[in-house]
C-alpha cells in the first residue's frame, strides 16, 4: 500500500516553507502529495533487473574536451568597466540585496 501524506505532514511542509494554506488547499495538497508517493512506488515495483544502468544522461561516444588551466579575466581590467568599483581593495560593489 502505498504511503499517504496527512494533514498534519502538509502543514508541516507548509510551515518549512513559510507558505499559509486554506482548509481546501490542505485537502487538494495532501491528495495530490499521496498521488505522487503511490505513483513512486508503483514505479519502484518495475522490473528493471536486464536494464543496463545509465551512466550518464547524454550520448555515449561524445567527445569532451581536456580541462586545461587558462588565464582569466584580469582584475584590474574587470574593475576599469565596473560602476562604482572599490578599486583599492580589488572588489566589485553591489546592490544591497534584502
Known sequence: MAPTITRDEVLRIAALAHLELTDA????????LSDILAYAAEVQEAD???VAPTAHPLPTGMVWREDEPAPGLDRDAALEQAPDAAREAGLFRVPRVL
Open 25 to 32: 488547499e490542505i485537502e487538494l495538497f495532501s491528495r495530490q
Open 48 to 50: 528493471t533487473s536486464g
